[in-house]
């Protein structure tokens, strides 16, 4: 991997991994017309300014999924740190295992729940495919 270029901006996301009590993970198909349409990510969001990541993923939890998510319930797992053409993308992820509510599609084409050996088997954007392997290991 090469330095970032001078000026390439760091745009922080945060991600998480909703781990249900069969231990699948949760993970989103990109909608059409978005950037990267079609691959399968992490719920979760930008980071806006003076938000903490946090705070991001209760309020983008809430957006995309209708899920009800506690400060208390998101434990920090690991990061990506990405260089696409354009910018740096930096994504704290954490593991959330408790919510409130049903988990359905809000702005996402699709929803599976998929154990950890299969998610390999789903097309990802660079930044979150590496988080593969990190949670094969742990679940």
């Known amino acids: 991997m090469t330095a970032s270029a001078p000026g390439k901006r760091l745009l922080l996301v945060a991600a998480a991994a909703l781990v249900?009590?069969?231990?699948?993970?949760?993970?989103?198909?990109?909608p059409?017309?978005?950037?990267?349409?079609?691959l399968w990510?992490?719920?979760?969001?930008?980071?806006?300014?003076?938000?903490t990541p946090e705070a991001c993923l209760i309020r983008e939890l809430q957006e995309e999924?209708?899920?009800?998510?506690?400060?208390?319930?998101?434990?920090?797992?690991?990061f990506a740190s990405h260089e696409y053409e354009d910018f740096h993308l930096l994504m704290p992820v954490y593991l959330v295992r408790r919510w409130e509510g049903q988990v359905t599609a809000q702005e996402h084409k699709a929803l599976a729940w998929v154990k950890p050996v299969k998610?390999?088997?789903?097309?990802?954007p660079p930044a979150d495919a590496p988080l593969v392997a990190w949670l094969r290991d742990l679940i």
């Open 20 to 30: 249900d009590s069969d231990g699948r993970v949760l993970i989103c198909q990109r």
């Open 32 to 38: 059409e017309g978005k950037q990267l349409a079609g």
């Open 41 to 51: 990510e992490f719920p979760g969001g930008k980071v806006e300014t003076g938000e």
């Open 65 to 78: 999924l209708g899920i009800k998510v506690s400060h208390a319930c998101l434990a920090p797992f690991v």
């Open 119 to 124: 998610l390999g088997d789903y097309p990802m």
